[in-house]
């Protein structure tokens, strides 16, 4: 517990309820998630005006066109709404991960608690939709697929049972790991850096080559960090596409 606190610390604002670092991420990622759907909800002009109006209906459009129908069909047009959701929220919890404000600017995706939460989020979601749908027999009756011997029945039960409830843990591991690792790596190359910058050197050569070597860690530094802005749009387009293709799965008639 005290290594967490390391990096995660109680802010004083309200120590008595312990806000840590993440939970504040969270909050403005939820803040800015509505504030950015609001403002999609709110335009009436049919043609966006600006930069920022037209990356957020570039968002918005291949979330709505790519994600839901591209990988649920049609009948998932519905579910844009929640898809948007998760999808601009886990995007925006990556990248205030990579704001150099350590230990505030944090990324709650990076922590289990958090990515484990939004995958059980997906799971009783799910769950819900394919016993609404179909009824807890016909849910069940899932589990077998048509045509297979009885005798086989009971294994195939219980494999295609753990698929189910690992399809939605492989969520929150694929999820935390590539945060991990990625925010890793650049810190790593940060701390390369400033080794070079303040190395112990006497001499006016070696003290001349310590500064000179802090280039190629800062350069792989900004490298890695536009990898990184990369990779926070990729898990959460992962994520939310695969969470339409479980939902979509959930809704759709089995035979």
């Known amino acids: 517990m005290q290594d967490m606190q390391i990096y995660h610390p109680p802010l004083e604002i309200f120590p008595a309820l312990g806000i ?7 909050l ?14 709110r335009r009436s002009d049919p043609v966006p005006q600006g930069f920022m109006a037209n990356l957020l209906d570039a968002m918005y459009g291949f979330v709505r066109e790519t994600i839901v129908v591209g990988f649920g069909g049609e009948s998932m047009r519905p579910w844009t709404g929640f898809a948007s959701a998760l999808f601009f929220f886990i995007l925006f919890c990556n990248l205030l991960g990579l704001v150099p404000l350590a230990p505030i600017f944090s990324t709650p995706t ?4 958090v990515v484990i939460a939004l995958a059980a ?17 016909g849910f069940l009756r899932k589990f ?5 011997p009885i005798a086989a029945a009971p294994l ?31 810190a790593v190359f940060v701390a390369a ?20 070597g802090t280039i190629l860690p800062l350069l792989a530094t900004t490298l890695m960090t536009g990898f990184e802005i ?3 749009f990729i898990q959460a387009m992962i994520f939310t596409i695969l969470a339409i293709i479980y939902i979509s799965d959930a809704i759709a008639e089995h035979h």
Request: net charge positive.
């Open 230 to 232: 990369f990779i926070c």
């Open 28 to 41: 403005l990622s939820a803040l800015l998630t509505f504030l950015c759907l609001s403002h999609l909800a």
């Open 156 to 186: 195939m039960f219980i494999i295609e049972l753990v698929g189910f409830v690992v399809k939605p843990a492989s969520l929150a591991i694929r999820l935390c790991a590539n945060m991990n690792a990625g925010h890793m790596v650049i």
């Open 110 to 113: 990076a922590l289990p608690a």
């Open 193 to 212: 850096s400033k080794g070079f910058w303040f190395a112990p050197t006497s001499h006016w050569l070696t003290t001349t080559l310590s500064k000179a």
């Open 20 to 26: 840590t670092g993440p939970v504040v991420m969270m």
């Open 121 to 137: 989020m997906v799971f009783i979601l799910t769950l819900w939709l394919n016993i609404k749908h179909h009824g807890p027999i």
């Open 144 to 148: 077998i697929p048509a045509g297979i």
